[in-house]
């Protein structure tokens, strides 16, 4: 993995430096920086591939064509052999250097030949274009902004950047940076920034499947634009031919991991495998093994002391059935707060996945040992493994059978009598959840139930920012996304593909591996899987349990062993979670109520501190249970804190 950043606009090597180093952890193995008259591109290297080439920027032969690249082009090998026949030469075995011969031969069009993950800019000298890209689900990121901005005396006219840190240290556009009131709302509406708008105004992310162009003065066409290459595709055209049986669908699906598997190990540094011991990622461990000798294959966890939040048990389990070199930590409560500062200083943006938390140090962990790990990302999403799809058949039942007096009247005070507890997922939680989801139209149930507040609770806590919002303005862009799906299993799986995915999972994957130099691989995520369970039925996915399909595979059949153990292919989905409501019970309470109700931002004044005084009050006697919301509103202004009030350009 690498870190890339680039502007158009008044050249300053010291400040384009500034702008790539603050990168480092995502390439703290080499560096560079290409600088002509009006486009400065660097970048940082975390080398994995040909470690003695691939020095970036990379130009082609006459230079006529630099880029700046992240990521891994996982189809590289055949993209190479087809751009070889074509003439082109290459100097070493980097995936690099088929970005570039690609765009020679295909134009803007190369990126529906790359396959993998990955975000580059190009500069086209001779027509005196950037061209840039992100790959099709999200996995690596990418910033810009279009507007330009002037001060100390330099000038930017377009920007990008792997993270938005990079952009704060030019000191044309970091006094400039405001935080927007439509991102807050956001953030509030979901636990992370959503959609194609970041924290600050006037700075945008590409979103995933989009490519860009931003043409120079004076050429052809000069400006910004922006399309799509690839979308999800969940509706029913997509399906063509007749629907295959569960067993040709499961064979089909553990050829294509096997092959995504196989083509994520090309690396010349040490691999290994996060592995919960969760179906998905101990999926990932059980084919890897099948491909290498499993003593060879290293696994790495991390467990807790609190036992509803442990897995390390079940991961122990899993890597004895498969006979791989596992490795395992521990830690304490005190180890997790540790993190907590140093992990919300080094993010981009307010993001209030606390699973971050534990994955970051998983990721620590594992970096002591090998510098790329393969994840189990993206299973939940595909097959369908969220609690919430098995909450939507009694959902429609209770929608249609209990009328919205009785609801409000009965129902929702006699769940409230529910005893709360700190454990993880209790029933009270998921009780509040489900009554709080069935009262909205049906196709906003998904981002209802994971949502961090109701519209109520937003109308009493941001009265300013809320007024007039109704769940349709909410979540107006996941309606339009899902018009057209009438099944509630596609609309579920379109939220958590378009929206849950890329903008939560795949977010909280790079910031806390890249925090550590570590690239994690994907292969659930692997483009011709999606594209091939997308186009399956709604009931190979959800049919008396979860990931109907991918248990099957695991299974085995027609000959085939199973793949692990029926106490993983049938456990329970637990989550990667740490005990944040018992903390802010204990622990925590202190610096919680110092964060909500004392060291409070003034760029934050839309809040009312009543509202959050209630709600801290509530949590704390156990009278409910608001961990949820209480540490969205504990990351906002930890982040505003350390992010909105200092100097952050280095140059002046």
Not at 244 to 257: D, G, I, K, M, Y
Not at 362 to 373: S, Y
Not at 412 to 431: D, E, Q, Y
Not at 546 to 555: D, F, G, M, N, S
Request: glycine share 8%; with cysteine.
């Amino acid at each position: 993995m690498c870190g890339i950043v680039g502007y158009v606009g008044t050249p300053d090597p010291e400040v384009l430096t500034a702008m790539r180093d603050v990168l480092t952890h995502r390439g703290p193995d080499e560096c560079g920086n290409f600088v002509d008259e009006l486009v400065s591109l660097g970048h940082r290297r975390l080398s994995i591939i040909d470690l003695e080439h691939g020095h970036q920027p990379a130009t082609n032969p006459d230079g006529s064509v630099v880029l700046v690249y992240n990521g891994e082009i996982y189809n590289h090998l055949t993209v190479r052999g087809e751009l070889e026949t074509r003439g082109y030469q290459y100097d070493s075995r980097c995936d690099t250097e088929s970005v570039i011969h690609a765009y020679e031969a295909y134009g803007t069009a190369c990126v529906d030949h790359l396959d993998g993950m990955f975000a580059f800019v190009l500069f086209d000298r001779s027509r005196g274009v950037l061209f840039g890209a992100r790959d099709r689900l999200g996995k690596k990121p990418l910033y810009y902004t279009s507007k330009p901005f002037q001060g100390n005396g330099r000038l930017v006219e377009f920007a990008f950047a792997s993270e938005l840190k990079s952009l704060r240290q030019h000191p044309a556009i970091a006094p400039a940076l405001e935080i927007s009131d439509t991102a807050v709302l956001s953030f509030l509406l979901h636990d992370y920034v959503a959609g194609t708008q970041s924290v600050y105004q006037h700075v945008q992310r590409l979103p995933a499947g989009h490519a860009f162009t931003f043409g120079l003065p004076g050429s052809a066409r000069e400006g910004f634009r922006a399309w799509r290459y690839w979308d999800i595709d969940l509706s029913p055209k997509h399906s063509t031919g007749p629907t295959p049986t569960e067993q040709e669908a499961s064979e089909r699906v553990r050829t294509l991991l096997t092959s995504a598997v196989e083509a994520r190990l090309m690396s010349d540094v040490p691999l290994g495998v996060l592995l919960s011991g969760g179906l998905d990622s101990s999926l990932v461990t059980s084919l890897m093994t099948r491909l290498r000798p499993p003593h060879t294959v290293q696994t790495f966890t991390i467990g807790f002391h609190e036992a509803s939040f442990d897995e390390s048990r079940h991961a122990a389990e899993a890597a004895a059935y498969l006979g791989t070199d596992h490795h395992c930590r521990r830690f304490a409560i005190s180890d997790v707060q540790d993190q907590m500062d140093g992990l919300i200083d080094a993010l981009d943006e307010p993001f209030a996945d606390p699973s971050i938390l534990p994955y970051s140090m998983l990721c620590q962990f594992a970096r002591e040992h090998v510098t790329v790990a393969m994840g189990g990302v993206g299973g939940d999403e595909l097959f369908a493994g969220y609690d919430p799809f098995r909450a939507i058949g009694p959902a429609r039942a209770y929608a249609k059978a209990i009328p919205n007096w009785l609801h409000r009247g009965a129902v929702v005070p006699l769940a409230g009598l529910i005893p709360t507890s700190s454990r993880n997922m209790p029933l009270s939680f998921k009780a509040a959840r489900f009554l709080r989801g069935v009262t909205v139209p049906q196709r906003a149930w998904p981002p209802v139930w994971m949502a961090p507040f109701t519209i109520a609770q937003l109308e009493r806590l941001v009265p300013d920012l809320a007024r007039n919002l109704t769940v349709e303005a909410g979540y107006a862009s996941f309606l339009e996304e899902s018009r057209g799906l009438e099944h509630d299993v596609d609309r579920m799986l379109s939220f958590y593909q378009r929206f849950y995915l890329p903008d939560d999972i795949l977010v909280k994957a790079d910031r806390a591996s890249m925090l550590h130099s570590l690239e994690v691989r994907s292969p659930l995520l692997d483009t011709a899987l999606v594209a091939y369970v997308n186009s399956l039925p709604p009931r190979m996915k959800l049919r008396r349990t979860t990931k109907y399909l991918l248990k099957r595979v695991a299974e085995g059949g027609n000959g085939q062993g199973p793949l692990l153990p029926r106490s993983i292919i049938h456990r329970r989905k637990k989550g990667f979670g740490i005990p944040i409501a018992r903390w802010i019970r204990e622990g925590l309470y202190d610096l919680f109520h110092e964060t909500l109700l004392g060291n409070w931002p003034s760029s934050l004044g839309m809040f009312e501190r009543s509202e959050v005084a209630r709600l801290l009050d509530r949590h704390r006697r156990g009278a409910e249970n608001h961990y949820k919301e209480l540490w969205a509103r504990f990351v906002l202004p930890s982040w505003v804190n350390r992010h909105a009030r200092r100097p952050t350009t280095a140059v002046s």
